[in-house]
């Protein structure tokens, strides 16, 4: 028997999890090989075989995305699976025209096949694009369900699936107005999403803000949706007057589009007097970024935490001359590197400001998530 000789096209992420859940115990394909792209240092690894799964002894190996011509005819690929996020309608099809002219089928994998499944009642976070606030909106709804007496448990990527109830939150930004309706899977989610958080709204221009709402009444009339500032605060040494290196998420900056992120808005907001600019100092990874995307904002972005990218985190920060670091990224840098300067983290909080409240849409998972209600499951 033929088995579908398959090619996930990926980032380190939804292309694994597809694989997990759509393909490791599907005896009627081989999945031949990942591609890798946005993140360095994923290509010319393997997808070890202990996560593989028995079909794949020696694992699977992960190819730079700019051979994808050369290994489609090379290892005779039937079919190409876009499996990441966060890119442009255009970008998806430009990468589906280079599959199909190399003489491959191209898809998409839909939202229903690769959920986990759930026997719990589910709340599932998504966003219209990286970096709109999935993180905070996560960690508010949490501490929702906590205050109702229930126990959550968090799982990130990908959204759950069950048969009990499963209540979508998809966030939108409106520092990047129209992105919902252009960027993949971002419009998918705001299609789907019973409710609908425009996160950002102490930023944002009025007329942006303006033209999320109308998408959002065009797309999914019927969601709930709700208004939110990003509330910034700071731990540790003060930034007022210092000259600051700002370290951001990095996915945010350049899948994401953003020429900056909360550290610089945080480090504006509480009066930094120079946001030093990294570029001199920086090396390996991080002076490849920065190379790439020359819009950037004077910052540094954190984009992976293996031990290479550590490093070379560690050394750029440590060559620049500034007063203090300022943390922008969801994982503490304390836990990680060892500095020459002090180190402010920056912490960003969702406060809902406007439209029907979140504890209350909610209800129908906290009652779904009663112990009475989940006799005998």
Request: aromatic share 4%.
């Amino acid at each position: 028997m033929h088995r579908t000789r398959i090619l996930i096209m990926g980032a380190a992420g939804r292309d694994f999890h597809d694989f997990n859940v759509a393909y490791r115990d599907d005896e009627g394909v081989e999945v031949v090989a990942f591609t890798a792209t946005q993140i360095p240092g994923i290509a010319g690894r393997r997808y070890p075989p202990e996560l593989a799964g028995p079909s794949y002894p020696a694992g699977i190996p992960i190819l730079p995305e700019q051979e994808l011509e050369r290994i489609i005819q090379d290892e005779k690929i039937d079919l190409v699976v876009f499996a990441y996020s966060d890119v442009s309608h255009e970008t998806v099809m430009h990468a589906a025209s280079r599959a199909l002219a190399a003489g491959a089928d191209f898809g998409l994998l839909g939202p229903a096949r690769t959920m986990v499944a759930s026997a719990r009642p589910v709340l599932a976070v998504g966003a219209s694009r990286t970096g709109a606030g999935k993180s905070q909106t996560t960690r508010y709804l949490a501490e929702l369900l906590a205050d109702e007496g229930l126990t959550p448990v968090v799982i990130r990527h990908p959204m759950p699936y069950g048969d009990l109830v499963a209540q979508r939150v998809v966030v939108a930004d409106p520092l990047r107005p129209g992105d919902e309706r252009h960027y993949h899977p971002g419009e998918t989610n705001l299609r789907m999403a019973d409710i609908v958080v425009i996160n950002k709204i102490d930023s944002a221009d009025p007329a942006a803000l303006e033209a999320v709402q109308a998408s959002i009444h065009d797309l999914n009339p019927s969601a709930a949706v709700i208004s939110a500032r990003s509330d910034l605060t700071l731990v540790g040494p003060a930034i007022e007057g210092k000259r600051v290196v700002v370290v951001e998420d990095g996915p945010t900056l350049t899948h994401g589009g953003m020429p900056y992120g909360a550290g610089v808005v945080a480090a504006r907001r509480f009066g930094a007097s120079e946001l030093v600019d990294p570029r001199p100092a920086a090396v390996g990874s991080i002076r490849d970024v920065l190379d790439r995307y020359p819009a950037l904002e004077p910052l540094v972005p954190a984009m992976g935490y293996g031990p290479a990218q550590i490093a070379e985190l560690e050394a750029t920060l440590n060559a620049i001359d500034a007063d203090l670091v300022l943390s922008a990224t969801p994982i503490d840098l304390t836990r990680l590197v060892t500095l020459n300067k002090p180190i402010t983290r920056i912490r960003y909080e969702l406060a809902p400001v406007g439209g029907p409240k979140l504890a209350d849409l909610i209800q129908p998972i906290v009652r779904a998530a009663r112990p009475s209600a989940l006799a005998g499951v």
